[in-house]
Structures are given as structure tokens and as C-alpha cells.
């Protein structure tokens, strides 16, 4: 039983990484309806920022605050220098998705080139304790975690239902024509957009860098899991990125708690995708269109 | 001085000539309509006020030249434009949608002004929580124009309201828009197929055909005329 809520605690924070990611995803999928495939990526880079500071002696939590804001600025950078440039209407959207892999490819060499190929450690933002539950050991890291991706996902939900940027963020989604047309300034709202997925990409960079080694390959099954995550949870919706996370996350760990996959803890994981999408094609959360004409 | 001043306007889609060099204009406060059938270049010719497309030609609107700007400046200096097949934010809610209107006014005028539309148009305020792509055709062409009234414009322009909609729901339509542009002043420039109603709600017009001014005057003269009487009133 101890051990049954021990991988269920675990299974929580490890989803909530690639929830984080996902987020990321999502965020950037309902704005633009473009498949951002250096989100991972970014999110190294930045970490290994953040691991830049903490190696000159700066405290982890503000390196990873300032690997957030680096995070913000980098995806404004590459939307306005790079996507948007992709993006006119005679564009192929085929050309974006080319542009992302090559992104993908860019922040994987140049990271090495900068930082060598040795991984780094990068110190836990929750320190190493733990704390003592009815029998069960958990780490403060784990919770951390959990709670981390608790207030992102209250804070996303303020921020896209409750603020005017939210609101643009939303509008850009559904219709950028009439956005402009009520005076949205759309390129813009799309740079913050890539920033804010970027950011929060920051942000479960560093988790991850805290559990296994810091090299250029750090967020490269994340990214999977985390494209897994807002398949399952529908790829429009934020709650469905969360909700999808922490069902990968648990449902791999409990597959090693029951141990009849003989160590194949992603075969349970992606059957449930599979049925989940022949149920519901849109994902869990994810929306059919509703329309009349 | 009139409120829009349009003259010698070209507009094109690619190699595709579309518009010949229009010349109209609109009154501060009066509905003016544009006739013409499919493919005369109607909607070609709101897309061009509202900066959509490029234009080439004089486009001045309270006396500044407008053409070349982009359709999020131009609202802002009073000019809304309603597009055809309405231009809902469909899986937004009626409310999400009029707070886009107003988007480019301060939150407290935001406020008050959904209020007031939602006292004009009493279904969307039933509606107001509801996804706007579920709402009736006509539910969404009063939305798209109660959204674009959001932003105070001092000039409405209408993309074929009547496009899609029961006869009954388009004399609806049309009764809205003319108290709407009474009571607040808003001109209006209207494209219409529909003859028979546009002339009359309107002052003046102007009938379009292959991306040429063919005819204009006022409503009340064209509504007599036998070409007109024949082309678009099916009489």
C-alpha cells in the first residue's frame, strides 16, 4: 500500500512535468494552430541558462525565474524573427512545422557547442528533504512540483478567462481575420503567446534538469510524452494538456507498481491513448467544433 | 467635407482586376447602399475601406487618407466593419465576442456599452454565456453587429446582412440597423443584393456592377427607376 501511494505521488509529479510542457503546446497550438516541435528544446537551452547562473552562484529559485523571463524573451524572438516570417497566407503551414524541426536541431547543436556534451547537475529547487505521510516517504521536490503545476494551471485559467490578454489570446484563436478587425494587433499577441509557452517550457526545463542529468538531449522524451499528454487531454485545451499529463505520468509509474509490462511502462500509456482516441478523436477536453450555419 | 470620401478606387487579387475606380461618398449619420450582384465587387469594396486587402486610389475618412493602413488602425480612428458570413468568434461566448468590440476602448466604456446592446438586442443577452457558433443565423448577425457597434464607430460597414437568412429575419435585420444608426448616428454603408429592403433604410445609393459605378442617387429615385426596377427589385 506505502509503496502503491508512493508511486502514485510520483506518478503526479512526474506528469506534472510533461503537463507543464504540454501547456506549452497547447498554448501555442490554439493561438497560432501551429505544432511547436522545439518547444523541448527551448526549454533546455534555457535551463542550461539557469544552470549558467546557478554555477556563478546565484540561488536556484532565481535562476530559474530568470530562466522563465529568458524563456518569455527567446519565444518572442523566434515567433517575430522566424515564425511570423513563415506565416503570410501564400505560406505553407508545411514550412512552419520544417522551421521547427530546424529550430529543434539549431538548440540541440548549439547547446554542446556552448556548453559541452557532459552532463550537468542542476540542484533541486525543493532542496533534497522529505517529509512523512501515514507511512509513506515523499519528497518535498514531488510536491513542489505538484503544487508548481497547481498554481501555473489556476494562474493560466485567470489569465485566459479573465484577462483582457487572455480574452486576445483566445480571440486570435478563433478567428484571426476578425481579431484585426477589432483592432487586435495580431502579431503581437502571437509573440506573447509563443513567450508564455516558452516560459512555462522554462519552468519544467528545470524540473526535469533536477531529476536526471543536464545534457542537450534533457527534454527529448519529455517532448514526447508531453505531445502524448495533449493528445490524450485534446490539443486545444489547457485543462486537457494538465489532465492529460498527470494520466501519463500516473498510469506509467503504476505500470511499474504492477509490473506486468515486464519494464514496457509506456505500452499501458499509449493503449489508453489509443482507446481514448477512438472514443473521442478530439482528446478528452478537446473541443468538436460547434457550429450553425 | 463628408464623412468618407472615396475616389478612383482600384482594387485587385492578384492579376485579377476587381475594382475599377470607384468614386462615392458617406454622409456623417446616413445609410448609404451599394447594389450589385454576385461577383460585382461589393464585398471587394468594404474589404478595401476596412484595409483588408491593398487598394490603390483615395480613401480619405473624416478628411485623413486611409488607404494602404491596416484594418487594426483604421478601426481605431471610428470605422467598423461588419464582413460577409458575419466574422463570428464562434466558440467564444456572445459575451467574449462583444468584449472584442470593444477592444480598443478603456474596460469602464466596455461595460456600459454591453449593457446597452444587450438591452437593443435582448436575445444575445439570453444568450450571452452561450458559444456564439451555436446561436441561429440571425442571432449571429445581430451579434456581429452589436460587436462591431462595441467600438463606437462613427461609420458601420455591412457585408450583405441579409446573406443566408430567412426573409423574415432579414427585415429584422434591417429594422435594427436603422434605429440603431437613429438613435446613435452611426452612418452606415451598406452592400446588399436585397434591394427591396437596403433602399429602404437607406438615403442614398450607388448600384455596382463588374467593379464599376453604373448609377447613383437617391434611394427613393433608384427604388423608381426601371433598370433597377428590373435588375434588383424583380419587378
Known amino acids: 500500500m506505502e509503496l502503491f501511494l508512493q508511486r502514485l505521488i510520483d506518478g503526479l509529479a512526474v506528469g506534472a512535468i510533461y503537463a507543464s510542457l504540454a501547456l506549452g503546446l497547447v498554448i501555442i497550438y490554439r493561438s497560432s494552430g501551429l505544432i511547436n516541435f522545439a518547444q523541448g528544446e527551448m526549454a533546455m537551452f534555457t535551463t542550461y541558462l539557469a544552470w549558467m547562473l546557478v554555477d556563478n552562484g546565484l540561488s536556484v529559485w532565481l535562476a530559474t525565474s530568470a530562466a522563465m523571463v529568458f524563456g518569455f524573451v527567446l519565444g518572442v524572438l523566434v515567433e517575430r524573427l522566424l515564425i511570423a516570417q513563415f506565416s503570410g497566407p501564400k505560406e505553407s503551414p508545411l514550412a512552419i512545422v520544417i522551421v521547427t524541426i530546424g529550430l529543434f536541431l539549431f538548440f540541440n547543436g548549439l547547446a554542446p557547442w556552448i556548453w559541452g556534451t557532459e552532463g550537468k547537475s542542476f540542484p533541486n529547487l525543493f532542496g533534497t528533504g522529505s517529509v512523512d505521510l501515514g507511512g509513506v516517504t515523499i519528497k518535498v521536490q514531488t510536491l513542489g512540483i505538484v503544487g508548481v503545476l497547481l498554481a501555473e494551471v489556476v494562474l493560466f485559467y485567470l489569465m485566459f478567462q479573465h484577462t483582457k490578454l487572455g480574452l486576445s489570446l483566445r480571440a486570435v484563436a478563433s478567428n484571426r481575420e476578425s481579431s484585426r478587425l477589432v483592432g487586435l494587433r495580431v502579431g503581437s499577441i502571437l509573440a506573447v503567446g509563443w513567450g508564455i509557452a516558452a516560459m512555462v517550457g522554462a519552468l519544467s526545463g528545470t524540473f526535469v534538469a533536477s531529476r536526471i542529468d543536464l545534457t542537450q538531449n534533457l527534454m527529448q522524451v519529455v517532448l514526447i510524452y508531453a505531445f502524448a499528454a495533449a493528445t490524450l487531454g485534446g490539443f486545444d485545451s489547457p485543462v486537457g494538456a494538465v489532465v492529460g499529463g498527470i494520466i501519463i505520468g500516473v498510469v506509467e509509474q503504476m505500470a511499474q507498481y504492477v509490473d506486468l509490462f515486464d519494464g514496457f511502462t509506456l505500452l499501458p500509456v499509449f493503449l489508453l491513448?489509443?482507446?481514448?482516441?477512438?472514443?473521442?478523436?478530439?482528446?478528452?477536453f478537446g473541443r468538436a467544433e460547434v457550429s450553425r450555419v | 467635407m463628408s464623412l468618407l470620401e472615396v475616389s478612383g478606387l482600384h482594387a485587385a487579387y492578384g492579376p485579377v482586376r476587381v475594382l475599377h475606380g470607384l468614386d462615392f461618398v458617406v454622409d456623417e449619420g446616413e445609410i448609404v447602399v451599394i447594389l450589385g450582384?454576385?461577383?460585382?465587387?461589393?464585398?471587394?469594396?468594404?474589404?478595401?475601406?476596412?484595409?483588408?486587402?491593398?487598394?490603390?486610389?483615395?480613401v480619405r475618412f473624416d478628411g485623413a487618407p486611409i488607404a494602404g493602413r491596416k484594418p487594426e488602425d483604421i478601426v481605431r480612428l471610428g470605422m467598423a466593419h461588419v464582413p460577409q458570413g458575419r466574422g463570428t468568434f464562434m466558440d467564444l461566448s456572445v459575451d467574449d465576442n462583444l468584449r472584442l468590440g470593444g477592444y480598443t476602448r478603456p474596460v469602464s466604456e466596455v461595460e456600459e456599452d454591453k449593457a446597452h446592446w444587450y438591452e437593443v438586442?435582448?436575445?444575445?443577452?439570453?444568450?450571452?454565456?452561450?458559444?456564439?457558433?451555436?446561436?441561429?443565423?440571425?442571432?449571429?448577425?445581430?451579434l456581429a453587429v452589436a460587436r462591431a457597434l462595441m467600438c463606437r464607430p462613427r461609420l458601420l460597414l455591412c457585408d450583405e446582412p441579409s446573406l443566408g437568412l430567412a426573409p423574415l429575419v432579414v427585415r429584422e435585420v434591417f429594422e435594427r440597423l436603422a434605429e440603431v444608426n437613429q438613435r446613435s448616428g452611426t452612418a452606415v454603408l451598406l452592400v446588399e443584393q436585397n434591394a427591396n429592403l437596403a433602399l429602404g433604410i437607406a438615403s442614398r445609393a450607388y448600384v455596382l456592377e463588374n467593379g464599376s459605378i453604373v448609377m447613383s442617387g437617391s434611394a427613393d429615385e433608384l427604388s423608381e427607376d426601371e433598370a433597377i426596377r428590373r435588375a434588383y427589385l424583380g419587378m
Do not use: H
Not at chain 2, 450582384?37 to 490603390?56: H, Q
Open chain 1, 273 to 284: 491513448i489509443l482507446v481514448v482516441l477512438l472514443v473521442r478523436p478530439q482528446g478528452l
Open chain 2, 37 to 58: 450582384a454576385n461577383g460585382a465587387g461589393k464585398t471587394t469594396t468594404l474589404r478595401s475601406l476596412s484595409g483588408t486587402i491593398p487598394v490603390d486610389g483615395e
Open chain 2, 121 to 142: 438586442f435582448p436575445r444575445l443577452a439570453e444568450r450571452r454565456d452561450q458559444a456564439a457558433g451555436s446561436m441561429s443565423g440571425g442571432e449571429q448577425q445581430m
